[in-house]
Each structure stands twice: as structure tokens, then as C-alpha cells.
């Protein structure tokens, strides 16, 4: 730590000098991507240097201030991108509001940057001084290689000299040559940020690319050719961070007045209510139709639709789970924790959040229909808990990974926590009708109808099982068949708790496939460059060139 603190001390010193006087307000730019742990260290750094307690200012809030500052317009609730490209790659989503800047996404890759280039570049040129003599190392060429890069900027060819070495002549072909691979993951991940955040290019009120390295050939073609939006390359690209920060924290005085509340999508919308109402609607069947065996008025018995009990709490935890997003935000909004205002902070506390409710929904609903019936509450427990335990396993992986910010899954996170609901509408309409046949008054004349519901029942339910675990159209077609057959023959009182709990599974199973195809092993991105074996890494990125 002392070995950080050392150049802060020298800043500070300086400062002093040119002002005269100690230095009281600090605020040091920081990655967005940055979590606690890191923000603490940060902190602690600049309280070894002899700093008083600094402000951390997120690097893509402060370039969007400095853009304000300089006259750019950026209405309030308009959204931008800022694409930090130093030694490393941080690009970042973010939205204007009232008081300020909020962080939407925001993906890094430290293997795409300067650094990357400056190693390529390196190779190049050790490998046009093989031909005068061996033994030249890229270490020895590293100076050489910086100088030559920023000159290559502006000048078609310059002469680079090497230690020991005749020089050598480096040509913007050999500087674009090492440069493209990294351009085209830079504009990857400006892509995969703007789908991050649940946006389209349309959305976006304009690229900033800034950094020591975002002046660098081919860098804008390659974003304006995946995103469809020419970016813009701010001047002194390298100091608008430090610059923007010290305007952190002006707030638009008539802001407030033309704050717009975004709607949620319709399709999203749909995601958290189709759920939500079945669960309510299969926990009502469930009570007020349970048979209840009496005698003296002291119920001795009662039988219970367990499969019924156990899709209720399995639609409370996907209506939950579905709301996600939503729930983090609330949260972020109320939080003094910086960590949860970032995109993955937010989504992992929302899906956190989301694991807990639909748990306790599904508690309660035992608890409630144990009492309400008169019963131990064990069974109920077991029939509403253990069935939903794996799903919920599974999401809290999701917010670790969300947290980490390991990856963002293709669509968002929002996309991804999304519950099947054509399968939830089958499955509940499906149970309905089974609990209805299973406790209607059999008159003589309703006998076939009452059958042939329970049987319908059953084959809505084997449907929804293969619309849940199986995704392409004509494997549905030829599975939904055998299977909701084989549902609607065994339709009967044992039978229904044997339903409900394959039902269970199978979103277990959804979850499982959408958890490795989106973001464990996702779908390559298509690409028209060659792959380069670049890979996304850690949340720091540098800020030089």
C-alpha cells in the first residue's frame, strides 16, 4: 500500500505548492466497475498518502460531467455511452438524472487497451529487426514502442530506434495491423454494454470514446460498424476523467421538472404478472377446494392437492425472481452502499432479494393453509420449499456472477430472469382443471365432463413440462404429444403432488439451460473479424496509453 501511496504524496505535495495552502477537497476517478473492497482500499491509499477522506468519482460519471461542462447536451433522461479505452477497456452505460449521472452497465476488458497494442505493436517491430541481428526483447523496445505509436497518430511513417539495433521504419499499416483485433473487441464490448442495459442504439444520445488510447486508428470505424452510432473522440481524450470529476455533484436547478418515470415494457410487465397471478389463483383453488373428513365438527383429515401447494410456490419464486431488476433498483435507489448503484451491484442485491421473497411467499403459504386447515405445518413446508430449492441454488449463482460482473448474459439481465409464461399460463390453467375434477360434485350427468377436464388438465400440464425444457419448436411438437398423454392418464388424487413436483423440475431444468447457454458457456457473438483469443477479465482498466 505504501508502495501506491507513494505517487498520490507527490500529487498532494504539488498541489500544495501551486495553491499555497493543504488541499482539503480530493476526489480520485476510480473504474465503475470497482466494488467495495476496491473502493475501500482506494480509500485507505489515499488516507496513507496524507490525503484527507477522498471522494471517489466513477471514471464514465465523470467524463458525462465533463461533456456537460463543455456544452454538450444531454437531457435529462437521455442515455450515453462512454468508452474508456487506456491501457485496458472499461465501456460504460449510463443515464442522465435529476442530480446527476447512474450507472445502467458496464463491462471491462483489461486485454483490450493499450497495453494489448503496444505488445502487438512490439512484436511487429522485433520481428522487422530479426533481419539486422537477434536477442532485441520487447522490453527493451517498450519506450520506443509508446513514442512510436502516438507519433503513427498523425504521421504516415516514422523511423523507431532500437538499443544495439539499426532502426527500424514503423508504417500505419504495421500500427493498424496491431491494432484491429483490439478495436473490434472494444466495439464487442460497447455492443454487449448497450444489450447490458436493456437498450438499442436508438436509445442513445451519443458515444464518447476518451482514454490515451481512444485516438488510435480504426477504434471509431469499428464501434459506428457494430452499433450503427458514429462515436465521438473528446479532445484530450486522456484528461477528461480527471477534468469531469471536479464537476461532480452540480445539480440541474429546474431538473426536477422534466424528470420522465420510464414505463416498463409491456413484454416485461407480463414476465412478473403471469406468474404472480397464477401463484395467487393456484393457492386459492387449493384452500377453498381442499376435502376436509369430519367428524363430531373435529377435523380429523384433510386431503390436500399437494401438487397444487407446490406449483403456488414455484410461480410466487419465478413472479419474484422475474421482478428482479426491478427490486435491485429500489433498493440502489435507497442504498448508501455505492456498491449496489453499479449495473451488477443492482442486479445481484435485486435477485438476492427476489430469492428471499419468493422463499418467504412460499413459507407463508404453507403456514397459512397449515393453519387454516388445522394441520402440522411440516407437510407443508416440505411440499413448498424443497421443490423450489433448486431454482433458488441457482439464482443466487446468477447474483454472484452478477455481482463478480464475470459476464452479462446476451439480452440482459432482465431478459434472462424472465419466466416462461406461455408455460406457467398452460401449467396453471392445466392444475386447475385437474383439482377441479378431483373435487367437483360428481352428478351422474357431469361424470364425462368432470373426467374429460381432469384428463385435459393432465395434457396442459405435460405440455407446459416440454414448453418449459425444451426450446426448439419441432422437438416440442414431437414430445408435447407423448408426454401430455402419459400426464393425462395418470391424473388422479396421488398423482397430482407426482405433477406438481415434475413441473418443479422442469423450470429447474429451464433455469439450469438458460444459466450455461447465456452466460457459463453463451453463444459466441457473431463476428466478421477472426477471433483473436482476446477474453473479457477483470473490472480494471487503465487510464493510460
Not at 58 to 87: N, Q
Not at 366 to 389: D, E, K, T
Not at 500 to 508: L, N, Q, T
Request: charged share 15%.
Amino acid at each position: 500500500m505504501d508502495v501506491t501511496a507513494a505517487p498520490l504524496r507527490g500529487v498532494a505535495a504539488e498541489a500544495e505548492r501551486l495553491v499555497g495552502q493543504p488541499v482539503r477537497d480530493v476526489r480520485v476517478v476510480v473504474p465503475a466497475g470497482w466494488g467495495p473492497r476496491r473502493r475501500t482500499w482506494m480509500r485507505q491509499v489515499a488516507h496513507r498518502a496524507g490525503l484527507p477522506q477522498p471522494r471517489l468519482v466513477e471514471a464514465p460519471v465523470a467524463v458525462a460531467e465533463y461533456l456537460l461542462a463543455t456544452g454538450v447536451r444531454v437531457p435529462v433522461g437521455a442515455f450515453l455511452v462512454v468508452c474508456d479505452v487506456g491501457a485496458g477497456t472499461e465501456v460504460t452505460v449510463l443515464r442522465r438524472g435529476p442530480t446527476g449521472f447512474e450507472v445502467l452497465a458496464t463491462l471491462a476488458d483489461p486485454a483490450a487497451g493499450g497495453t494489448a497494442i503496444d505488445h502487438a505493436f512490439a512484436d511487429v517491430l522485433v520481428g522487422a529487426a530479426a533481419g539486422a541481428g537477434e536477442g532485441t526483447s520487447h522490453a527493451s523496445v517498450a519506450h520506443s514502442v509508446r513514442v512510436a505509436k502516438e507519433a503513427l497518430v498523425s504521421h504516415p511513417a516514422v523511423t523507431v530506434p532500437l538499443p544495439d539495433r539499426p532502426p527500424v521504419v514503423a508504417s500505419s499499416a504495421m500500427l493498424d495491423e496491431a491494432v484491429r483485433p483490439v478495436a473490434w473487441r472494444v466495439a464487442q464490448l460497447t455492443q454487449e454494454a448497450v444489450v447490458a442495459a436493456e437498450l438499442t442504439a436508438a436509445d442513445l444520445a451519443g458515444i464518447y470514446c476518451v482514454g490515451g488510447s481512444a485516438q488510435l486508428p480504426q477504434l471509431a470505424a469499428a464501434i459506428g460498424e457494430h452499433t450503427g452510432v458514429a462515436p465521438v473522440v473528446v479532445s484530450e481524450p486522456a484528461l477528461v476523467a480527471a477534468r469531469g470529476a471536479a464537476d461532480v455533484g452540480a445539480v440541474d436547478a429546474d431538473a426536477a421538472e422534466r424528470v420522465e418515470v420510464p414505463v416498463p415494457p409491456v413484454r416485461r410487465a407480463a414476465a412478473i404478472a403471469v406468474p404472480g397471478f397464477a401463484s395467487l389463483a393456484l393457492i386459492w383453488q387449493c384452500l377453498l377446494t381442499t376435502e376436509r373428513r369430519e367428524t363430531l365438527n373435529v377435523y380429523y383429515s384433510v386431503s390436500v392437492n399437494w401438487g397444487e401447494l407446490t406449483m403456488a410456490a414455484v410461480m410466487a419464486l419465478l413472479a419474484c425472481l422475474a421482478a428482479g431488476t426491478v427490486l435491485g433498483s429500489l433498493i440502489a435507489a435507497r442504498s448508501p452502499t455505492p456498491g449496489t448503484r453499479t449495473e451488477g451491484g443492482r442486479v445481484s442485491v435485486g435477485i438476492l432479494a427476489a430469492v428471499s421473497l419468493g422463499g418467504a411467499i412460499a413459507g407463508l403459504y404453507a403456514v397459512v393453509s397449515s393453519q387454516y386447515l388445522g394441520m402440522p405445518v411440516g407437510p407443508y413446508l416440505r411440499w413448498a420449499l424443497w421443490p423450489i430449492a433448486p431454482v433458488s441454488v441457482m439464482a443466487v449463482a446468477m447474483a454472484v456472477i452478477a455481482a463478480r460482473q464475470w459476464r452479462a448474459p446476451h439480452g440482459g439481465w432482465s431478459a434472462l430472469l424472465a419466466a416462461p409464461t406461455g408455460s406457467i399460463a398452460a401449467a396453471t390453467l392445466g392444475m386447475g382443471l385437474i383439482q377441479y375434477s378431483l373435487t367437483a360434485d360428481r352428478w351422474p350427468q357431469r361424470l364425462l365432463w368432470i373426467d374429460l377436464a381432469g384428463r385435459v388438465g393432465g395434457l396442459l400440464l405435460g405440455i407446459a413440462v416440454v414448453m418449459a425444457v425444451v426450446t426448439p419448436l419441432v422437438f416440442r411438437l414431437i414430445l408435447a404429444a407423448p408426454l401430455g398423454v402419459i400426464s393425462a392418464a395418470i391424473v388422479s388424487k396421488r398423482a397430482s403432488g407426482m405433477l406438481g413436483v415434475i413441473y418443479a423440475i422442469a423450470v429447474a431444468a429451464w433455469w439450469a439451460t438458460r444459466l450455461w447457454n447465456r452466460i457459463l458457456r453463451p453463444t459466441p457473438t457473431p463476428r466478421t473479424e477472426p477471433s483473436t483469443g482476446l477474453a473479457r477479465a477483470g473490472m480494471s482498466p487503465g487510464g493510460g496509453g
